[in-house]
């Protein structure tokens, strides 16, 4: 969304979600059932006949994955904001609701354009803020820190990491979807959708206007929640915190993310070895090829914003770990970001990043890593002097792409902690 876009009338219709696949009666889901098999079929947990009837069955049709990953995530988030219609984050793809509510989308552009509505009409602050609750409350992709920092930059309205992270604290987290839980999109449609969500959450939300033309008191008010176990009340949440956490320490100095509600607890503090990777790709190889053990810390990075350039999504490797059966005894940091699907103690956004002279860029292997999440630390058990020392020795990476746009967006890119927004 560009600051031109913000001066013109508009309306989102996002893709809807996609009805999860079946295979043995098991409802399936498309990173545990593809991403994370494939490391199963490499350690042998399952049969390549096997996989290969996951990969078939796990995506069924059209639509925005099954469970809360980034797309769909984003999508419920629009809705809180009030720039799509009610019930549009869920309505299944393909289906008739979705066809109904994208053929209302038209209409309501042409009354949106002759009331010269634009988007900085309905994103505000307050709408920010919503998003943000409900983001926590659903336990969100940490991709959208990202996405609503980036929309905040182009509105022209402040916000910052310790915002997020005051609201995790402040809402709890009443629903448990795939991969940190075991319901589907589609049970969030069927409980009731966003709606049903704003109804629960209705004393801790701003009363903001929609392009609907109602406030969001209104759509809450108007909506039923249909499966109390779905969408849960306060006093039953999942976690007493939101979905995800902001961490400080002296190797994230101005931030970084993690999802914690797909966090097991035994995986909330962890301490660990350094093993060090300055791309992707050579973690996935050691993942896959059983270099990683038990106790320690894998370090991808050079994967930031500029250093990426790009800030590639990794889902290969947290799936990996989590299919290699590692999830509870490795943990992974990086400058890069994740899918909204990840889970396991996985950290990303870490900021400054490696190529803008963070922290990150002088680690060793073997250093250790300390990961306290209830009290929002990652550090590495290095002194300030030793942290000076190795910078003084330290030469940059040269960049991975030296002409062209991509090269001109590596100079030019905020950090994460930023938004990754364009200077």
């Not at 079929?41 to 990953?69: F, H, N, T």
């Not at 680690?363 to 999440?373: A, Q, T, V």
């Amino acid at each position: 969304m560009g600051v031109a876009r913000l001066n013109i009338p508009a309306i989102i219709v996002t893709a809807g979600p996609m009805v999860s696949g079946r295979y043995k009666q098991r409802k399936l889901a498309f990173v545990h059932d593809t991403y994370e098999a494939l490391a199963r079929a490499k350690k042998g947990d399952i049969s390549q006949k096997e996989l290969s009837c996951l990969e078939m069955e796990a995506c069924p049709g059209a639509g925005s994955c099954q469970g809360l990953y980034t797309a769909n995530t984003m999508a419920c988030l629009t809705e809180t904001l009030g720039m799509s219609l009610p019930g549009c984050a869920t309505a299944l793809a393909v289906s008739a609701k979705k066809r109904r509510l994208a053929c209302e989308s038209g209409e309501r552009i042409v009354a949106l354009v002759k009331k010269d509505i634009k988007p900085l009409d309905i994103i505000t602050k307050e709408s920010l803020h919503n998003a943000i609750i409900v983001d926590m409350a659903l336990g969100g992709s940490s991709n959208t820190i990202l996405h609503l920092m980036a929309i905040s930059h182009e509105a022209g309205i402040p916000l910052d990491l310790k915002m997020f992270d005051k609201i995790s604290k402040e809402v709890s987290h009443i629903t448990n979807l795939e991969p940190a839980g075991e319901h589907f999109m589609e049970d969030v449609e069927y409980a009731g959708g966003i709606p049903a969500v704003l109804k629960r959450l209705k004393s801790k939300l701003n009363n903001t206007m929609t392009l609907s033309g109602k406030k969001i008191f209104s759509i809450a008010d108007s909506a039923e929640i249909s499966d109390e176990e779905v969408i849960r009340p306060f006093d039953r949440a999942y976690h007493e915190q939101g979905g995800i956490a902001v961490l400080f320490g002296n190797l994230a100095p101005n931030g970084a993310v993690v999802k914690q509600a797909a966090v097991s607890p035994a995986m909330m503090q962890f301490e660990g070895k350094a093993l060090v990777f300055n791309r992707e790709e050579e973690a996935m190889s050691a993942i896959l090829n059983g270099k990683i053990k038990g106790g320690e810390v894998v370090v991808i990075r050079y994967e930031g914003p500029s250093g990426g350039p790009g800030m590639r999504e990794m889902l290969a490797p947290t799936a990996a770990i989590v299919g290699m059966g590692l999830e509870n005894s490795v943990a992974l940091i990086t400058d890069g970001r994740f899918s909204g699907g990840t889970k396991g103690p996985c950290i990303g956004h870490i900021s400054p990043e490696a190529s803008a002279r963070g922290p990150l860029a002088i680690l060793k292997n073997d250093d250790i890593i300390i990961i306290d999440i209830p009290k929002r630390k990652l550090e590495v058990k290095l002194s300030k002097q030793e942290i000076g020392k190795r910078f003084k020795s330290w030469k940059p990476v040269p960049p991975k792409i030296t002409r062209g746009y991509l090269s001109r967006y590596s100079r030019l890119v905020s950090s994460a902690d930023k938004g990754a927004v364009l200077s």
